[in-house]
């Protein structure tokens, strides 16, 4: 099993960045994956979670209307979209295969600076 994060980097306060997690060596269509961050000296939080079918759920108010999950079964590819984005969400974002057993990428930094 592999899962591989990219699309993180140093944005503006208020830019946007979609992130992206290429998934391999499971049957991706069937798993429930997620979205988690760590950020400096804080517990990896849950950020968003998508279903099979597409279903998703945004964990934290503060990320409601601003981040958006979504996968692509034929390309075995999840996806987070985030939009205007704050210094506190500068993390390592890790996407995760959920349901046992459970895999993490190796994560990809995302800095909200000016």
């Known amino acids: 099993v592999q899962l591989v994060e990219s699309g993180g980097g140093l944005v503006q306060p208020g830019g946007s960045l979609r992130l992206s997690c290429a998934a391999s060596?499971?049957?991706?269509?069937?798993?429930?994956m997620s979205w988690y961050r760590q950020a400096p000296g804080k517990e990896r939080e849950l950020v968003a979670t998508?279903?099979?079918?597409?279903?998703?759920?945004v964990d934290a108010d503060s990320e409601k209307g601003r981040f958006i999950i979504s996968r692509d079964n034929a390309k075995n590819t999840v996806y987070l979209q985030m939009n205007s984005l704050k210094p506190e969400d500068t993390a390592v974002y890790y996407c995760k295969k959920e349901s046992f057993p459970t895999y993490w990428g190796q994560g990809t930094q995302v800095t909200v600076s000016s």
């Open positions: 060596g499971f049957p991706f269509r069937s798993y429930r």
């Open positions: 998508i279903t099979p079918a597409g279903a998703t759920t």
